[in-house]
């Protein structure tokens, strides 16, 4: 399905907020079927969830047939998830991911539909490996960057038949272009190259 | 064809600068057949091109099956047009549009290929109505605020057999938010409703 989509030049998964929630996460949690299987399901948490060993070169690379190529970097890739939150108590969720922890260090942001009703919630989070802090930053630069948007029902998406609400969508964001095993930073080069043509 | 498309969810026609060159503009100019017929073709230079004449509401309609929604606004949209430019003497281009012209305001900047080629040049232009200082404020608040994001052909791109080197495709964005007669923003109240959730 993804395949046939990506015929067509200049076409990309692009998901509005809105969209991510009312075609992908609501129907997912209500257990209907989805409009596009391009969507990876994966265990984003738990002791074994280091997000450079859960998500392959292989996800990476079929994530790519889809996604839009960030301009400001040729080093920075997105991918779609589902995963599931591991609830701790009532009210927290579990964050350890491995060799690490998802950090939200951002306010959310309620996402609305167009009638202006509350359909989800979106939280950033930033990927930062336990332990001490210089070997924190080294593990860290090796790896790249990760960031995680995380979209989750709220409001009226939750007034219907939702089976499994600890169900999230999330946007995973790799910038290798701080990584120090990388050194492909081809594109940052090209505004430099900007000066003034008098038509 | 665009119709095809826009039936999975989230999936847009948001083209990078590339895509635009090597998919859209260079096949055009040498008159080879495209691989999407959605963009319009308009004459968006001379004494009738006023924009908000020649791109009819139909047009914006159209567009919007396949555009991706702004998220900062609901009074803002773009089309993707091919026009071709009109050349004054050999090296300037008239930029007159009916009851105004397209101002270049920034810097041009340079389109290259994943081989660091030059492939195309990118110009950002804006409308503004002819006249008086004050009539043309005022005009413009009535239409609305207009951006071009022009693009043409340079570098290896002119190497191969093109017939046609004055075409350019268009980004045209209309913003209807800075128009009088326009009251809907109501994204814009949204990121004011972000407050801290503690998880």
């Known amino acids: 399905m993804s395949m046939a989509v990506n015929t067509i030049p200049g076409f990309y998964f692009t998901p509005t907020d809105e969209d991510l929630i009312t075609f992908y996460l609501k129907p997912k949690a209500m257990r209907q079927p989805l409009p596009w299987d391009g969507i990876l399901e994966k265990n984003l948490y738990g002791d074994n969830a280091t997000p450079w060993v859960i998500l392959t070169e292989n996800d990476w690379e079929i994530s790519r047939q889809t996604a839009r190529a960030y301009e400001d970097s040729v080093s920075k890739d997105e991918m779609y998830v589902f995963t599931k939150l591991k609830k701790i108590g009532t009210v927290r969720f579990g964050r ?24 989800g919630i979106k939280k950033i989070f930033t990927f930062k490996v336990k332990g001490e802090k210089g070997h924190e930053k080294m593990d860290h630069m090796e790896k790249g960057h990760w960031i995680m948007h995380q979209y989750t029902l709220a409001g009226v998406s939750l007034v219907q038949e939702v089976k499994d609400s600890d169900y999230a969508i999330c946007r995973i964001i790799r910038d290798l272009s701080k990584c120090r095993t990388n050194v492909a930073e081809s594109s940052e080069g090209q505004s430099r190259l900007d000066i003034d043509l008098n038509n």
Chains 1, 2 share one sequence.
Do not use: H, L
Request: hydrophobic share 30%; glycine share 12%; no cysteine.
């Open 96 to 119: 350890v991911a491995g060799s690490g922890k998802w950090n939200d260090n951002q306010p959310f942001k309620y996402i609305k539909n167009r009638q202006g009703e509350i359909i």
